[in-house]
């Protein structure tokens, strides 16, 4: 009986306007972001930009030894900084954009489990998208792969992306629970974005986001170290969320308060599932 009212409840969710358009805007966003940002790395080559002049370097780095980097890493994080900024004032200032903004609002309880499953996989459709459409352009999308550089040991990377996805959802929760103009929340998240880069650029290429990492994987079928770009920002959202919603602006004073929570979102009767379907609409 429990189990059949869960699943009334998520199956009348997903079928309705609201949740179907959010997907699309989800996968929309998350390809127009991709594309404008990693249409701007695959031009760096073709500008001369870190080019290694060196046969036995250039056999390396094709051969996957040594990621090419960029002579001028800022032109990349101005790229996705305004690219982020740029796709969420054009789709909406709620969308999520990265697997890891929807797990630390579905473990806030700010998004129903089912809706973050969707969003999720929405976001990785985009992100595979937007790298098949550079695929078509630009014959080669292995220079936007993500890949840890040589010399930066597994949980180095790891702990990098962790750090820069930590930073990254303490910003999108920041201007989600603190009323701002409207223009303001996709320009806070694109410097924290440009912030990320600047520091993990030159270690891991900097994932902070596992549908970009996930689509040039999938293109290519280079799934090296591909793990680290979801573990580093999978914990990073996990440790932003507790920060968040326990020290910096608590809702909850005990572990009970959210389970509670929990079961009045997900575990309803039918009286409380029409209410719920109500708000989420």
Not at 48 to 60: D, F, I, K
Not at 86 to 99: F, K, R, S, T
Request: hydrophobic share 55%; aromatic share 6%; glycine share 8%.
């Amino acid at each position: 009986m429990l189990i059949s009212r869960c699943l009334r409840l998520i199956l009348s969710d997903i079928i309705t306007p609201s949740c179907l358009h959010h997907l699309l805007l989800e996968f929309l966003g998350t390809t127009l972001f991709l594309s404008a940002s990693l249409s701007g790395v695959l031009m760096l080559p073709a500008a001369g930009l870190g080019q290694p002049t060196n046969q036995s370097v250039l056999s390396a780095v094709q051969s996957g030894l040594v990621p090419v980097s960029p002579a001028n890493p800022l032109q990349v994080v101005l790229i996705f900084g305004l690219s982020v900024a740029m796709a969420a004032v054009c789709v909406g200032g709620d969308v999520h954009l990265n697997p890891a903004v929807t797990i630390a609002m579905a473990l806030t309880l700010r998004v129903p489990l089912w809706r973050a499953a969707l969003y999720v996989i929405g976001q990785l459709l985009g992100g595979v998208a937007s790298a098949a459409l550079l695929l078509a352009l630009t014959g080669d999308v292995t220079p936007a792969l993500n890949q840890v550089s040589a010399g930066v040991w597994l949980y180095q990377a790891v702990a990098v992306e962790t750090l820069v996805t930590l930073q990254l959802i303490l910003v999108v929760m920041a201007t989600t629970d603190v009323p701002l103009p409207t223009v303001a929340p996709p320009l806070l998240v694109g410097l924290a974005v440009s912030l990320g880069h600047l520091v993990a650029l030159s270690s891991t290429g900097c994932g902070m986001n596992p549908a970009r990492s996930f689509g040039p994987a999938v293109i290519t079928l280079d799934f090296t170290d591909h793990w680290v770009f979801w573990a580093g920002p999978g914990l990073g959202a996990c440790l932003a969320a507790l920060l968040n919603d326990l020290l910096l602006r608590p809702r909850w004073r005990r572990p009970g308060d959210w389970w509670a929570e929990l079961k009045r979102l997900h575990v309803l009767t039918e009286k409380q599932q029409q209410v719920a379907l109500s708000h989420l609409q």
